[in-house]
C-alpha cells in the first residue's frame, strides 16, 4: 500500500521540482535561440573599462598580438534596407588572433588565423537570408601618421569574403531552400556531361572583397585592451543574393 501510494504522488512531486527549479523542464523556441544562452542573456563579446581612456604607442618594429579578438553583430541591413539579426548575434565572430603593428608611421591591424567568419542569417519582411559574416584577411590601417592609438583612431581597409556553398548545398540550418535548391549534389565529374555544371558552381563560389571600418572607443593602457565598434560592407557570399551587407557592431581584443 505503500508503495502504491508513492507512485501515485510521483508525478505531482515531477510537476513541482519542474515548477521550483526550472532546468530541463522546457526548452527555447525563440527565434535566434543558441545554446550559447546564459542565465537568459545571450553571450558576446567581452565589455571593456567604460574609463578606459589612454594612448598605446607602437613604436616602428614593435609588434602587439592579441589572440582573443572578438567582433559582436549587432544590426544589418541588406541592399540599403534594415534587416534583423536572427540567427548569429547570439555566436560573436572569434575569437581569432591579430596583430598591431607600425606600419609606415601608422597604426595597422591585420588578422593572422583563428575563427573569422561566421554564418548568419537575416530577415527582411518574409524572407530569410543567409548571409557570410567574415573579417578573413582583415588588413586595416589608420589614415593618420602617428604612433599611437586613442579613442580618435579610425581603421579602414579590406576583408576577404570567401562564398558559402552553391545553392546545392544543404547547410545545417536549411536555409538554402530560402535561395531554391531542389536537391544535394556531390562533388561533379571534371569531364563529360556535368563539366559545364561544375564550371558554372565554381562560379558561384569566386572569393570577393568588402570594406571594414574600426573606430577606437576605449584604450586601456595597462591590459593592452583596444575596443570599440566597427563598420563591415561586404557582398553576401551567396551568388544567388547579391547586393551589398552592411553589418555594425563592436570589436575587442587585448594585445600584448
Known amino acids: 500500500m505503500r508503495n502504491t501510494s508513492l507512485l501515485k504522488q510521483l508525478p505531482i512531486l515531477t510537476l513541482g521540482m519542474c515548477a521550483v527549479m526550472l532546468v530541463g523542464c522546457s526548452s527555447d523556441k525563440t527565434i535566434g535561440a543558441s545554446a550559447d ?15 578606459a581612456r589612454g594612448v598605446l604607442t607602437l613604436s616602428p618594429g614593435t609588434v602587439k598580438k592579441a589572440t582573443n579578438v572578438c567582433f559582436e553583430p549587432v544590426t544589418a541591413s541588406y541592399g540599403g534596407k534594415p534587416a534583423k539579426i536572427i540567427w548569429g548575434s547570439t555566436s560573436p565572430l572569434g575569437p581569432f588572433t591579430a596583430e598591431l603593428t607600425n606600419q609606415d608611421g601608422s597604426p ?81 565529374a571534371s569531364e563529360g556531361e556535368y563539366a559545364e555544371e561544375a564550371t558554372k558552381e565554381s562560379a558561384e563560389r569566386e572569393v570577393e572583397d568588402g570594406e571594414l571600418e574600426l573606430q577606437v572607443q576605449t584604450v586601456d593602457v595597462q591590459t593592452g585592451t583596444v575596443a570599440g565598434n566597427f563598420i563591415s560592407k561586404q557582398p553576401t557570399g551567396l551568388a544567388a543574393l547579391k547586393g551589398e551587407l552592411e553589418i555594425k557592431g563592436r570589436f575587442i581584443g587585448t594585445f600584448q
Open 37 to 51: 544562452r546564459q542565465y537568459d542573456k545571450p553571450a558576446g563579446c567581452p565589455q571593456p573599462p567604460s574609463d
Open 108 to 188: 595597422a591591424l591585420v588578422a593572422v588565423r583563428g575563427r573569422t567568419g561566421t554564418q548568419m542569417t537575416l530577415q527582411q519582411g518574409s524572407a530569410r537570408i543567409a548571409v557570410n559574416f567574415n573579417v578573413n584577411a582583415m588588413d586595416v590601417k589608420s589614415e593618420v601618421k602617428t604612433a599611437d592609438i586613442s579613442t580618435s583612431t579610425n581603421f579602414k581597409g579590406s576583408v576577404t569574403i570567401p562564398p558559402l556553398r552553391g545553392l546545392n548545398y544543404l547547410d545545417s540550418r536549411g536555409r538554402g531552400s530560402d535561395v531554391g535548391y531542389d536537391e544535394a549534389l556531390g562533388l561533379y
